[in-house]
């Protein structure tokens, strides 16, 4: 496994839009493997393909305390989206310290890929239900895979107060 390299705002590639993938194979299976070191020791829980730089459908997530249950999305899509909305502080990998409140659906349905080729369905609430959602939900301006960094909270770019590291 590999780290890759985040793209950081204003990176005109975090804006390429990210193709579906055609086919999950050792290439796919790689990148994942690369995507989820890379999110890891950036200590992140999420992180989409374009944020490296590869800009196809492709997100990893471990929103777990113990930060060892990951989920792999491939072609990930929300199929369905509460009324009820939610406000929660989030940040994102390509914009380094910059955390802003986001509303976004309180739980949603995400359909995907996993790694090993299967295509499931899952419902999400709390913080899993936020990571795909700047990616995937309709109709934000990332739905083909733009990182983050066009979701209003990269947008307004304004310092938050620093997030507390005790535990």
């Given at each position: 496994?590999?780290?890759?390299?985040?793209?950081?705002?204003?990176?005109?590639?975090?804006?390429?839009?990210?193709?579906?993938?055609?086919?999950?194979?050792?290439?796919?299976?790689?990148?994942?493997?690369?995507m989820?070191?890379?999110?890891?020791?950036?200590?992140?829980?999420?992180?989409?393909?374009?944020?490296?730089?590869?800009?196809?459908?492709?997100?990893?997530?471990?929103?777990?305390?113990?930060?060892?249950?990951?989920?792999?999305?491939?072609?990930?899509?929300?199929?369905w989206?509460?009324?009820?909305?939610?406000?929660?502080?989030?940040?994102?990998?390509?914009?380094?310290?910059?955390?802003?409140?986001?509303?976004r659906?309180?739980?949603?349905?995400?359909?995907?890929?996993?790694?090993?080729?299967?295509?499931?369905?899952?419902?999400?609430?709390?913080?899993?239900?936020?990571?795909?959602?700047?990616?995937?939900?309709?109709?934000?301006?990332?739905?083909?895979?733009?990182?983050?960094?066009?979701?209003?909270?990269?947008?307004?770019?304004?310092?938050?107060?620093?997030?507390?590291?005790?535990?």
């Amino acid at each position: 496994m590999a780290r890759l390299q985040i793209l950081c705002y204003p990176d005109p590639r975090l804006h390429k839009v990210a193709q579906p993938v055609a086919n999950v194979d050792e290439r796919v299976r790689r990148l994942v493997d690369d995507m989820l070191e890379t999110m890891y020791a950036a200590e992140g829980v999420g992180l989409a393909a374009t944020q490296v730089d590869v800009h196809e459908r492709v997100i990893v997530i471990d929103t777990s305390p113990d930060r060892n249950e990951p989920r792999v999305l491939i072609n990930p899509e929300i199929v369905w989206a509460s009324e009820e909305r939610a406000i929660a502080e989030e940040g994102c990998l390509s914009v380094p310290s910059i955390y802003d409140k986001v509303e976004r659906a309180a739980r949603v349905r995400v359909a995907a890929t996993g790694r090993d080729g299967e295509r499931r369905e899952f419902e999400a609430d709390g913080g899993l239900r936020r990571v795909p959602q700047p990616v995937q939900a309709r109709p934000h301006p990332a739905e083909d895979g733009q990182a983050h960094a066009r979701g209003r909270a990269c947008r307004r770019l304004r310092p938050s107060r620093p997030r507390s590291t005790a535990g």
